[in-house]
């Protein structure tokens, strides 16, 4: 029996123009349809596509068409059923996000990568945080923080200077970003099954927006995060190039 595929591309030109390509030689199933579901374009698209499709048994593989590509594969049109039987599958676990903003409203989402606030205003965030109900740090005055789960842990986190974590292991990086005060806090590595807790303080005059995979909520007064173990986000990797790889290549480069 044929592998049936479904190809999804974001909007960038390349990356219609292999979709195109690669239905011509495969054809195209639907994704509640397919055994995989290929992703062409960056790693923004892929965090789109995983989101987009994490009710559905397929796997995603991704194929680079796009800028970064950390969570993409090579891009090529020959060989694709022999990749895809040969690929290896990683399985990632999101980030819940729970924000109440300053008019009550609660704001629910999911985050593959981190769970970041920052500053809104010409002023620095003040924020306290909170572990497991248990205070941890009274104030901490930054332009921002973050929650980065390993498979995150080399975007946002890393440029923040956050550790990388290998995939698989049971715990979350927690970051400053430009902390203030403490002046030379960098952050904590929590476990897994922590819930992190961010109260905003001076909220009036210190505005702090909530993101999550680019889904924002602005004026937000408190911030929950926690592990989401009941989602799995299943993705293949070529042999030798999967997350583990990579995240050991890049501290090396």
Not at 97 to 118: C, P, T
Request: overall charge negative; some cysteine.
């Amino acid at each position: 029996m044929s592998l049936k595929i479904a190809f999804l591309a974001s909007d960038a030109p390349v990356a219609q123009t292999a979709r195109a390509a690669l239905i011509g030689r495969y054809g195209n199933s639907p994704p509640e349809a397919a055994d995989v579901i290929v992703a062409l374009g960056g790693d923004g698209f892929m965090l789109q596509t995983l989101h987009g499709t994490q009710e559905l048994p397929a796997p995603v593989y991704g194929m680079n068409r796009g800028t970064i590509g950390f969570l993409m594969n090579a891009y090529g049109e020959s060989d694709l059923i022999e990749r895809l039987e040969a690929a290896k599958e990683e399985v990632i676990n999101p980030l819940s996000m729970h924000a109440m903003d300053r008019n009550g409203v609660l704001h629910k989402a999911l985050a593959i990568n981190e769970v970041s606030l920052l500053r809104a205003g010409p002023q620095a965030a003040k924020l306290k945080i909170t572990i497991d109900d248990r205070l941890r740090l009274a104030e901490l005055v930054c332009d921002g923080a973050l929650v980065a789960t390993p498979a995150g842990s080399t975007a946002y986190n890393y440029s923040a200077h956050g550790p990388i974590l290998p995939i698989g292991a049971d715990v979350l990086a927690l970051t400053a970003v430009a902390a203030f005060r403490p002046r030379r806090w960098r952050g904590a590595l929590l476990p897994k099954r922590a819930k992190v807790r961010f109260d905003v303080l001076e909220a009036d005059k210190r505005p702090v927006m909530a993101e999550g995979d680019s889904q924002s909520v602005e004026n937000v007064d408190w911030v929950e995060i926690r592990s989401e173990p009941a989602i799995e986000h299943h993705i293949l990797f070529d042999p030798g190039h999967g997350l583990e790889e990579r995240l050991i290549s890049e501290q090396f480069t």
